[in-house]
């Protein structure tokens, strides 16, 4: 996956003509029910990101009264944060081809 130094510069993993196809309604005649449960899953999983970098963030942020945890411990939150992310982003690019084929059929 390639390294971006700012988020908003990584491009669209959808091709410029999906995009503008999608954009003026002459997107092939699909389930949107797909998409959207797709929206949704990527939502839970953003969420439960945002709950777990929460986690290690305050990781220990209370003082010596409370109970950090363990390196290992913060090592596998970050991996599972980390798997969790690459999971969303390889959901997207199987949309993305999807996508691709299905604009490319509906201009034959």
């Known amino acids: 996956m390639a390294e971006y130094k700012r988020l908003d510069e990584a491009p669209s ?8 196809a999608a954009d003026r309604g002459r997107f092939p005649s699909v389930g949107v029910g797909v998409l959207i449960a797709d929206l949704e899953r990527t939502a839970r999983v953003a969420r439960g990101l945002t709950t777990l970098f929460s986690i290690i963030e305050n990781n220990d942020l209370f003082g010596s009264d409370s109970k950090p945890l363990r390196p ?7 991996v599972l944060g980390a798997e969790a992310a690459e999971m969303l982003v390889d959901g997207i690019e199987r949309t993305a081809e999807w996508a691709e084929k299905s604009v490319m059929e509906g201009e034959q």
Not at 13 to 20: E, K, N, S, T
Not at 72 to 78: G, K, M, V
């Open 13 to 20: 993993m959808f091709a410029d003509h999906v995009l503008d």
């Open 72 to 78: 290992s411990a913060i090592e596998a939150l970050a």
